[in-house]
């Protein structure tokens, strides 16, 4: 979902960092193997998450949703030496291509695939996060945060994508679409919550960037 017009976005694309060679190629495997390959984050959103993670400079990153694990990669490259990138994933018959591109990576021995229920096996980590990116299932937006915020770092970052949800979130509410009512409802909750203080970016799909008081 672009909100700007064409030769703007163009214009802004061509003027920040290049991606990576590696996340061309997996962009170009996952469009040929892969079902449902516009959920990839992008070249463009990727350096976002890429520069976001580097200003941070992360010992600890969790990710809710990790797809063919572009984000992931790029999320990655803010790492301290010594960090770690936990991330989620529901659909285990993605395990290999993921772990085929993350060691081919500088960062494979950084990442720790999970796979499963995400709410389930947060309740298992016995960790604190630096940065959280949340891109997963919208009607489980607002669990994930309350599954996350008490593990988040004081100073921590959650990124959460899609918050636009495709322009829809100023449309009529059609009361059988859940996934459009869960964003608003997560939209609220992060405007709200006063533990939080946040800032949408209208990047592609949304992003929003929430900071821990």
């Not at 060679?21 to 997996?26: C, E, F, G, R, S």
């Not at 992008?42 to 992360?58: A, C, N, T």
Request: glycine share 6%; with cysteine.
């Amino acid at each position: 979902m672009h909100f700007l017009p064409e030769k703007l976005d163009d214009y802004i694309v061509a003027h920040s960092e290049e991606e990576p060679k590696l996340l061309q190629q997996l962009t170009r495997e996952t469009y040929q193997k892969i079902l449902q390959p516009i959920m990839l984050s992008g070249p463009y959103q990727g350096r976002v998450l890429s520069m976001i993670s580097k200003l941070i400079r992360p010992t600890s990153i969790l990710e809710l949703g990790t797809f063919t694990g572009y984000s992931t990669l790029c999320l990655a490259e803010g790492l301290r030496e010594n960090g770690r990138i936990h991330t989620v994933d529901i659909n285990e018959e993605l395990l290999d291509f993921q772990r085929k591109y993350f060691d081919k990576s500088n960062y494979g021995e950084q990442i720790i695939q999970h796979t499963g229920n995400a709410l389930d096996i947060i309740s298992t980590l016995d960790m604190s996060f630096d940065l959280v990116f949340i891109d997963a299932d919208k009607p489980n937006y607002c669990n994930y945060f309350n599954a996350i915020i008490d593990k988040l770092e004081t100073g921590g970052v959650i990124l959460s994508d899609n918050v636009l949800w495709h322009g829809k979130v100023i449309e009529p509410l059609n009361e059988k679409d859940k996934s459009t009512k869960a964003v608003l409802e997560y939209n609220t909750l992060l405007k709200t919550d006063q533990r939080i203080e946040t800032v949408i970016f209208p990047i592609r799909d949304g992003l929003t960037i929430s900071r821990k008081k």
